[in-house]
């Protein structure tokens, strides 16, 4: 099977799924709003979660885009995990959403934390165990061939880049800002120029 | 006609169809949750519908994708009918939202779960008009021939895979839980790589 | 300009907007409905309205695939035109939802029907000034060259297809279901085999 | 890397984001209107701001196409910046729901206009400095190569494409209309004919 639906497929789920984003940012309402300024600076996690979820999933094309530029065709248990995977990333704008309404609360605001990291973490997982696959029991359909060293170097790689993940969602029960601090400078290293050599998934 | 656009606006819609599931998981209102852990816990039918869904829908797409790469080009019938098949496919979210609504509800529960069963019912006899319509009046279209015997194969699987659906529906009355349970296996037997031979449409 | 990123787009905003049309088709409350069926039953202009918009947009993408499909390359006019017709298929998703939330409503159902009748008929207007644009101030953009009497031939037909929104819009004063009805019909028409030879835009 | 998937993210992103404006146009309620027409009437600055923000959106589409059929490929300082500017365009449907939602309210009206047009603002900022960035630091990756003179007249033109959205952001204290008004402007001035040569962003 060609990967060029594959690609079309995930890029479009990716496309939707950041833009959805966009729907958690919600109008104050005209009718029981005084002070409009204060309404919106009120809703700053809001603003904190969108930015945090649109350049984490930005992140993932990115990445996802460079995993897939290596095969030169897909199998039924490559598009089966690659689904498992976009699920994952399908559920941001829910997490997302959640952490940001209960962000300042009172009470659920650990939880939501949890979830939110959880489920970047569940994501990383998805994504490494799809690179996995890819690199090993399919690296017959790599275009071209990585020395073996090369592919356990990327895997390597990519199992750090689980430690943040699994960290912020462990702190999520003593502090609900580290965990969304830990994913917001996770999503900032990777996007700015000094990761430029380390985007390669 | 060429099969490219084809492609690309199923995709297109399959994407979007997928991801607005996500909608369907509602953040409980901070203003009347009191317990946020319970309150997530108690929507679990929202998160059994929202995955035997995603991945149905996802297995659609790779089926999808093998019924048209048999294809050479297409005709004006092949679009219509693929339309009606988007069509079936575009009301998964409202009859997924539907089924988790009244999961576990007093009452509709019944008539909730055949809607949702038989949603994917009409879902599979549209996919396997188009890929009887493909294999057989128009098998002059196809890339490369394929021998009529390995065409009625393809038809015979494709009309076995109505079996659980019409099962899942007329069991509705019964039990609502039997209704997505089956829908849910069949979701995970074509994800499971135990089906890898199998998901050729 | 090359004409694929303008398909490419073109195919992500029709299939966007033919998906959100089922955001329409809203789940009864569970906490305020006692009969879910009748409650389903009660909401069937929403039905009605999904399928007919549903197919219109099926139809537009089918035509605008086969205007296109005539061009070598795109200049601004042709993407500024195209950007108007999109506006307008856009905007179907609103007046589809105002038509079936006042269809069957003592008041408004009239000026719903004709705004869902007027928008219809832009569509079209839009559509025709598109294609004589890119098959006479353009034709050198088109591949192969068509002769002049064929290019009247297809614009021909495209005005002829104005007639029936204009009755559906003109009608809808008399009564909402005249409008529905015609919409409908020219939908079936164009969806159903007979009009294989007709979807020539 | 390719800029196939880039341009097919970017277009992705784009048509979900142009699509979501039509959520902004809602159905008024029949259990509580009693003049559908004057009702629909009253709601006409959502209708301005959906067609400014579309044209506008689409303008973006167009110039964002020219600035990429540039490059021969992207690197990962290109994938960045075009995430941010993503982030940027994708904030629209919420600044223009927030603008129509208030611009002919007694209070707030003024803030919601400096946050539509200042929305533009950044959004056309990050345009420049990602034009600017595949211009001159990667001028490299330009397929075929520019002289500097073209270079420096592209940005050129670009940066003074600046001054009517720095106007309508500060003229916001002054009339919300005038904001609307500008924005309006400069999105009818460049989907018209009269531009068709100063679309090359």
Redesign the interface.
């Known amino acids: 099977?060609?990967k060029n639906?594959l690609?079309?497929?995930s890029?479009?789920?990716?496309?939707?799924?950041?833009?959805?984003?966009?729907?958690d940012?919600k109008?104050p309402d005209?009718a029981t709003?005084?002070?409009?300024?204060s309404a919106?600076g009120h809703q700053w996690p809001v603003y904190v979660a969108y930015?945090t979820s649109?350049?984490t999933i930005?992140?993932i094309?990115?990445n996802h885009?460079?995993m897939l530029?290596r095969l030169r065709q897909a199998?039924?248990?490559i598009?089966?995990l690659n689904?498992?995977l976009?699920?994952s990333i399908?559920?941001l704008?829910?997490t997302t959403?959640?952490l940001s309404?209960?962000l300042r609360?009172g009470?659920?605001q650990h939880?939501?934390a949890a979830?939110y990291g959880g489920s970047l973490l569940v994501m990383s997982i998805l994504f490494l165990t799809l690179n996995h696959h890819i690199l090993f029991p399919k690296s017959h359909l790599l275009s071209p061939q990585l020395a073996q060293e090369r592919r356990t170097q990327i895997i390597r790689r990519g199992a750090t880049g689980l430690a943040p993940y699994t960290l912020a969602t462990a702190l999520a029960p003593v502090s609900q800002y580290l965990t969304i601090g830990i994913c917001a400078a996770v999503a900032a290293f990777y996007?700015?120029?000094i990761?430029?050599?380390g985007?390669s998934g």
């Open positions: 099977m060609s639906r690609e079309a497929f890029d479009g789920v990716l496309a939707v799924a950041i833009t959805l984003l966009v729907l940012i109008v005209p709003t005084t002070d409009l300024g919106l930015v649109f350049v930005g992140i094309w990115i885009h460079a530029s199998d039924h248990a598009l089966a689904l498992f976009l699920m399908v559920l704008p829910f959403s959640l309404a209960y609360h009470h659920g939880l939501a979830v996007a700015l120029p990761a430029s050599g985007s």
